[in-house]
């Protein structure tokens, strides 16, 4: 697992930077309902998305949320005062604050699925009646573009994807929301090249090849036997899961 202590710095610039930023939160944006006045961020990371989310809607007042602080100074940068650093487990927000709520790249790094559970109870929560949680669901999925890299990762040993699109809709069915549609966006800039691929294997991108370990530099070797070593395979394309937490907003708010 990454330290996204240690990340910060060199994050966008590893994760496609501005163009990738810029699509996610299109697909963000595109889903929340013309009436939403308050969004919640959670898992903001650098604020690069967020920061986008708050330029992209006239009236839209963005609040990020992140548990590294590292992450959560740089994210203070791009929006000043507007950043928290919170778990997103347990959210220092009121019952029913905010109109919306999103969370992008977030689940899938959740240690079991109580913590993904809490995560979607917390956004449940501290949502209005009527109000709309949008996640990112399969990630890893997403990154699957039948490519020649993915044939080699095929055969490494399975991980849980905590972000599973049916166990996300589980779990926020339980919490009281309900499906309300999908969404996709590309996510530019983030293709794949053996060699980039590589390097995430050594710094620890993928959990079931610990670095340092045998198993991981065996598939290090058979990446680096690719031809092409420093052309980026197809960009991903990511999907965005929307619920809707019933009722409605009370009269003046």
């Known amino acids: 697992m990454l330290d996204y202590e240690e990340e910060a710095a060199r994050y966008d610039a590893s994760r496609g930077g501005e163009p990738r930023a810029a699509a ?8 929340l309902p013309d009436g939403a006045r308050t969004l919640l961020d959670l898992g903001c990371g650098t604020g690069i998305v967020t920061r986008r989310l708050a330029a992209g809607r006239a009236g839209l007042r963005v609040t990020g949320v992140d548990l590294a602080a590292a992450m959560a100074r740089q994210a ?15 959210l220092p927000f009121r019952d029913g604050e905010f109109d919306a709520v999103s969370s992008v790249w977030l689940l899938h790094l959740a240690p079991t699925d109580a913590d993904v559970r809490a995560i979607v ?11 709309t949680y949008v996640t990112t669901v ?14 080699v990762l095929a055969a490494r040993p399975p991980s849980a994807a905590r972000d599973a699109a049916t166990l996300v809709a589980s779990h926020a069915v339980d ?10 966006f590309p996510g530019r800039g983030q293709g794949r090249s053996p060699r980039r691929t590589v390097a995430d294997l050594r710094r620890g991108w993928f959990v079931t ?14 990446l680096a036997a690719l031809p092409d070593q420093d052309r980026p395979r197809p960009d991903p394309c990511f999907t965005l899961t929307v619920f809707e937490k019933p009722g409605r907003a009370p009269e003046g708010a």
């Open 121 to 131: 109870a917390e956004c449940a929560r501290v949502l209005r009646p009527g109000g």
């Open 209 to 222: 090849l610990p670095p340092g370990e045998p198993i991981a530099e065996t598939f290090a070797a058979r």
């Open 138 to 151: 399969d990630k890893a999925a997403s990154h699957n573009v039948g490519s020649d890299i993915d044939a």
């Open 24 to 31: 996610a939160a299109e697909g963000v944006l595109a889903l």
């Open 76 to 90: 203070a940068l791009r929006l000043p005062g507007a950043v928290v650093r919170a778990d997103s487990r347990r």
């Open 175 to 184: 919490c009281g929301l309900l499906p309300a549609g999908q969404g996709r």
